[in-house]
């Protein structure tokens, strides 16, 4: 069982930036990809970036390649968005989930197996 927990979501103005981080439970994170996820209203949940275990291999959904970037640190049981020049259609419920160690990212919501709550992240223009 790993329980998530999402921080750093706010209110921020177009082309600033935000550092989402993903606080997970238990003792077996470093067994884990990771991913964040986002929902915006009327719209279905997406992928937005994922991470292996080790970081060796990372992803990133087109929309936010360049501008966003995951990273982990398993001695923290902890999992980070750093999202630079944010444009208001980045406006979301952003989400990390965890799937137990895959070979690639799995870039589908079904294909995680624990979610946090999420936290909101809104973009101002």
């Known amino acids: 069982q790993v329980q998530l927990a999402e921080s750093g979501g706010g209110l921020v103005q177009a082309g600033g930036s935000l550092k989402l981080s993903c606080a997970a439970s238990?003792?077996?994170?470093?067994?884990?990809?990771m991913g964040w996820f986002r929902q915006a209203p009327g719209k279905e949940r997406e992928f937005v970036a994922g991470?292996?275990?080790?970081?060796?291999?990372?992803h990133y959904a087109d929309s936010v390649k360049g501008r966003f970037t995951i990273s982990r640190d398993n001695a923290k049981n902890t999992v980070y968005l750093q999202m630079n020049s944010l444009k208001p259609e980045d406006t979301a419920v952003y989400y990390c989930?965890?799937?137990?160690?895959?070979?690639?990212?799995?870039?589908?919501?079904?294909?995680?197996?624990?979610w946090g709550q999420g936290t909101q992240v809104t973009v101002s223009s």
């Open positions: 991470i292996r275990v080790s970081g060796g291999m990372i």
């Open positions: 989930a965890a799937r137990w160690r895959s070979i690639q990212i799995a870039l589908l919501e079904h294909e995680y197996d624990y």
């Open positions: 238990g003792r077996l994170f470093s067994m884990y990809n």
